[in-house]
C-alpha cells in the first residue's frame, strides 16, 4: 500500500508541547487519523481531519495538514506523563474502508 | 468506548495447530477489520468484512481466513499456526460513514 511515514521516537518535558510529525504518499486520502496506544492496550482514536481541512483544534490537541506536502502534524499542549504512549498516524485508503498505518512514534513525557 | 470485545485475550499454541480468534461487537456497525501488530511494522490489514457473508483480503492475508455468519462476530482463523503468525492482533469496527475505526483490546498470540 501506499506509505505512511512518522519518527519513531519523540523525548519532551513535561510541560512542554509535543509536535508529532507524519508523512503519506496517497494524493487520494479522504481522512487522517490520529490514535494513542498505552502499553499493552488497544488503538484509542485521538483525533481525525477531513483532506478538504488545514487545521483542528479539540482541547490541548491540534492538528495541522499540508494536503500539498502530504503532511500532518499532532500538537499536544501542555503535555503530560499521562501523554506517555505510541501515536499512530492513519489516512483512509481507496477501497474498503481500511486504515493505511504508520509505524507509530513513541512519546516519552519525563517530569 | 464502543462495545468491542476480542476472546481468548491471550492464547499459546504450536505450530501447526489451528487457532481462531473472535471479534464480538454490540455497535451494530457494518463493517470489521482483523489487524495485526508486530515492532517495526504498524497495524497492518489482515481481512476486512463489509457486511454478513461479506469479506475480502487485505495486506497480510496468507495463512488466515474470515468468517462473518452474524453482524456482531468476525472470527479469524489461522489454518496451520506458524512462529511467523505470533503477534497482537487488534479487531476494529467502523459505520463506515466517518471511516473512523474503533479498536477492541487486542488478543496477544504466541505460536511455539
Known amino acids: 500500500g501506499e506509505d505512511v511515514e512518522q519518527s519513531l521516537f519523540l523525548s519532551v518535558r513535561e510541560g512542554d508541547s509535543s509536535v508529532i510529525n507524519c508523512t503519506y504518499t496517497?494524493?487520494?486520502?479522504?481522512?487522517l487519523y490520529w490514535y494513542k496506544q498505552e502499553p499493552g492496550a488497544g488503538l484509542q482514536l485521538l483525533t481525525y481531519?477531513?483532506?478538504?481541512?488545514d487545521m483542528k483544534q479539540d482541547q490541548r490537541l491540534t492538528v495541522l495538514l499540508n494536503k500539498k506536502d502530504k503532511h500532518l502534524s499532532l500538537r499536544i499542549a501542555d503535555t503530560q506523563t499521562g501523554d506517555s504512549a505510541i501515536y499512530f498516524c492513519?489516512?483512509?485508503?481507496?477501497?474498503?474502508?481500511?486504515?493505511?498505518f504508520g509505524k507509530g512514534t513513541s512519546l516519552l513525557v519525563t517530569p | 468506548d464502543a462495545g468491542i470485545t476480542q476472546s481468548p485475550r491471550h492464547k499459546v499454541t504450536e505450530t501447526g495447530t489451528p487457532v481462531t480468534l473472535r471479534c464480538h461487537q454490540t455497535e451494530n456497525h457494518r463493517y470489521m477489520y482483523w489487524y495485526r501488530q508486530d515492532p517495526g511494522h504498524g497495524l497492518r490489514l489482515i481481512h476486512y468484512?463489509?457486511?454478513?457473508?461479506?469479506?475480502d483480503k487485505g495486506e497480510v492475508s496468507d495463512g488466515y481466513s474470515v468468517s462473518r455468519s452474524k453482524t456482531e462476530d468476525f472470527l479469524l482463523t489461522l489454518e496451520s499456526a506458524t512462529s511467523s503468525q505470533t503477534s497482537v492482533y487488534f479487531c476494529?469496527?467502523?459505520?463506515?460513514?466517518?471511516?473512523?475505526?474503533?479498536f477492541g483490546p487486542g488478543t496477544r498470540l504466541l505460536v511455539l
Open positions: 468484512s463489509y457486511g454478513v457473508k461479506d469479506t
Open positions: 496517497d494524493s487520494s486520502s479522504t481522512y
Open positions: 492513519a489516512e483512509s485508503a481507496n477501497s474498503g474502508y481500511a486504515l493505511n
Open positions: 476494529a469496527i467502523s459505520d463506515g460513514r466517518k471511516e473512523t475505526q474503533y
Open positions: 481531519i477531513f483532506s478538504n481541512m
